[in-house]
DNA sequence: TCGCGAACTTTACAGTGGCAAGATTGCCTC
DNA sequence: GAGGCAATCTTGCCACTGTAAAGTTCGCGA
């Protein structure tokens, strides 16, 4: 014991980050403390302040570390030859495996939305996602029902409103994903 | 002036309710405080506790309050015939239109979602949904499937990551949910 | 009329986020 | 190696929040 820790963390910012998502997916976003954090990290409360500035500043950082990761999820799978249903399986995934990271992302109210690098992140997302849609006739409907599926069923699933007893939730999500694609 | 306020306010409850409506409305729920909203309906900081208990007592009045509203809409426009497509065209305006309850819902962390009250109203707003669709083959999938693109597309919208310029976003929400019934 | 319970207020306390000023350290330059 | 500088972290503080407990006012039925 007496691990006598150094004046200085060393990997504060990512032992922050690695924290709060721990908190919130037990908790949720709402049992997220700034002081709470630091404790966890074992610093002062004002540690991370210096690498986040604000709470808000925290959520910052975690929406754009999220869209980046489902950016080069998705980017991933479509490259690897993969169909709507399998990007939208992957969406699904993301959420369901990042459940921290997507409860954030899509609560801007959270965060400071207009910073650059979270609106450079989330317009990478934005992206794959608008540029895999079969339908010719409007693309920009097409995209809009695709991602409203995969959103929806992902933040369902989250929300625990659509539980199914022992199936897996990627592949259930897979299955509600293919009832649109069989146009 | 000097109208000088009675000891008793009289509707204390569905005063501090519709001001969370406005203020979750405004901010979103991260901005609502318990103090604040005595403030704001004119009473003292601890008014509202007798008749909520907590903040979380508050959100879980509007949660119920929500549910309920929302299986009225849905039973309404059911009974008057409409197919899936109205049933979903229902559902995303009454997530446009009472944005706050519709929030608040999905978002069982931040109330008591084990309250007799909410679960009730949640299972009635369910069963609407669940008995909407018609593919015979599962219905389990089906409904799931019709619940998580109107889902998806109210909570998009609502977060802002759907803006079409000038659209009318329930209009954009018929057509999406029309997506899925070309079966 | 009286009293009882519901509705509201007052007071108090622990905990939070944010800010400012100081302490400590690694690193870079000479 | 010595000195200085900037990044990093700590301490102390303030206004504010939610919640609990005890006191005050009021409506209403016996």
Redesign the interface.
Known sequence: MTAERPYHHGGLRRAVLDAAVEVITE??V??LGLRDLARRVGVSHAGPVHHFKDKAGVLTALATEGFTLLAEDLEATRTAGGDFVEVGTAYVRFAIEHRAHFEVM?????YHADDPAVTLARDRA?AVLAGGVADRSDP???S??A???????A??WN????T?PGQDPVE?GR??AG??S??
């Open positions: 908790h949720g709402s049992g899509f609560r801007p109210d959270l934005g920009g409907l097409a809009a029902a991602w409203s599926i995969v959103h929806g069923f933040t369902l929300a625990g409103a659509l199914r259930l299955a509600v009832y649109l069989r146009t």
